[in-house]
């Protein structure tokens, strides 16, 4: 009976915000830790969206690198890292390279450091550390850059199933560490492009 009421007080202790995030209220001595979502519901016409999943209390799964459809046993590692990171609920953090806060090139070359590639930690370096490719032939780990001539905004291509391109991304603050299909009005005005990382 005692665990059932503390299961209650803890279900109500937990308030999910319309903006997404998830508040956490000390009770009987314990406290729930409060985390932005791994993920959010954006769509490609509204990639800002703060519509969110149920929360993942308790840690994360770590995904097998083998149930990543790529070709390139690395990349599937680094696509592996990047989404076992965004399901850790971590936030967004300047200079943040993990392995539970990041920034975006942060979470990029935390990625590939996980697939034993070392990527330095700023966006633009990191352009300048891959062939670039078009999008017609991006795969699973592939980069994608915005804002180009100083690129200072990067993501990981997590899936591609035909025309539709899913990233793993630290975005901004507000929105967080999450996946995402790419598209919609602010893709289409600073997208720069998409490249290959470059192995020893």
Same mark, same amino acid.
């Given at each position: ?71 390139? %046993?690395? $990349?599937? !590692? *680094?696509?592996?890292? +990047? ?6 609920? &971590?936030?967004?953090?300047? =200079? ?69 391109? %899913?990233? $793993?991304? !630290? *975005?901004?603050?507000? +929105? ?6 790419? &598209?919609?009005?602010?893709? =289409? ?12």
């Amino acid at each position: 009976m005692g665990r059932i009421i503390g299961l209650v007080l803890l279900a109500l202790g937990v308030l999910v915000l319309p903006a997404g995030c998830v508040v956490s209220m000390a009770m009987a001595g314990a406290a729930v830790t409060a985390a932005s979502l791994p993920m959010s519901c954006a769509t490609a016409t509204s990639p800002d969206a703060a519509e969110c999943p149920q929360p993942n209390v308790g840690g994360t799964a770590i995904i097998d690198p083998a149930t990543i459809p790529v070709p390139d %046993t690395q $990349a599937a !590692a *680094a696509v592996a890292a +990047a989404l076992t990171a965004v399901g850790k609920g &971590g936030r967004y953090v300047a =200079e943040g390279n993990g392995p539970v806060d990041f920034d975006c090139s942060g979470l990029t070359s935390y990625a590939w450091r996980q697939a034993g590639v070392s990527l330095v930690d700023y966006s633009y370096t990191q352009r300048a550390q891959t062939r670039d490719i078009p999008r017609s032939l991006v795969q699973p780990g592939d980069l994608v850059f915005w804002f180009g001539g100083s690129e200072h905004h990067v993501a990981l291509v997590t899936e591609v199933s035909g025309s539709q391109i %899913t990233i $793993a991304e !630290a *975005a901004n603050p507000d +929105a967080g560490i999450r996946t995402r299909v790419l &598209g919609g009005g602010w893709d =289409e005005a600073y997208l720069t492009g998409f490249g290959r990382v470059i192995r020893a």
